[in-house]
């Protein structure tokens, strides 16, 4: 006894502009992270070095 399997669904329409201003605020909020990362590892590197210096 063989199966036939069903045919495959219509995928829903995207909205590539949507997604497109989705996956631009995501990368916005990457930077900003990561600045926000490094200034702090940067200010604590500075102390550090402050600490070991004097």
Not at 8 to 33: F, G, I, K
């Given at each position: 006894?063989?199966?036939?399997?069903?045919?495959?669904r219509s995928l829903p329409p995207q909205d590539m502009e949507a997604?497109?201003?989705?996956?631009?605020?995501?990368?916005?909020?990457?930077?900003?992270?990561?600045?926000?990362?490094?200034?702090?590892?940067?200010?604590?590197?500075?102390?550090?070095?402050?600490?070991?210096?004097?």
């Amino acid at each position: 006894m063989h199966l036939q399997a069903n045919p495959p669904r219509s995928l829903p329409p995207q909205d590539m502009e949507a997604m497109d201003a989705t996956e631009q605020q995501a990368q916005r909020l990457t930077y900003v992270v990561g600045a926000v990362a490094g200034a702090v590892l940067l200010v604590l590197l500075c102390l550090l070095c402050s600490r070991a210096l004097f």
